[in-house]
């Protein structure tokens, strides 16, 4: 079974930084493309953060300016997500969602995007 995990948030002062995780486990799983994705409290819409894909070019959103870095282990499957500067706008639940392909029981491939369950990103004096 594919497993999508994300992990790093916390409390963090205005000005701190920050080092997501994004782990992915399963069985024969080859990762592609890797976008992290952020939902702010009160039911906004989730937005980009920034991306990175199997040949290592990034995206991101405008909103970064700099301030956050996309990278990848392909060897641990672990997507990373730095963020520095951080600001009080930042706060929201930062999600995972990776493009994958894994072998099924039958040993056919199986193409999908998988989102993580989230982790928190507080950022407050």
């Known amino acids: 079974q594919v497993q999508v995990v994300e992990s790093g948030g916390g409390l963090v002062q205005p000005g701190g930084s920050l080092r997501l995780s994004c782990q992915v486990s399963?069985?024969?799983?080859?990762?592609?493309?890797m976008d992290w994705y952020r939902q702010a409290p009160a039911g906004t819409q989730r937005e980009l953060v920034a991306?990175?894909?199997?040949?290592?070019?990034?995206n991101y959103g405008d909103f970064v300016k700099g301030r956050f870095t996309v990278s990848r282990d392909n060897a641990e499957n672990t997507g990373y997500l730095q963020m520095n500067s951080l600001k009080p706008e930042d706060t929201a639940v930062y999600y995972c969602?990776?493009?994958?392909?894994?072998?099924?029981?039958?040993?056919?491939?199986?193409?999908?995007?998988?989102w993580g369950q989230g982790t928190l990103v507080t950022v407050s004096s």
């Open positions: 969602n990776v493009d994958l392909v894994y072998y099924n029981d039958y040993g056919a491939p199986v193409a999908w995007k998988k």
């Open positions: 399963g069985r024969a799983v080859t990762i592609y493309g």
């Open positions: 991306s990175i894909n199997n040949n290592g070019m990034t």
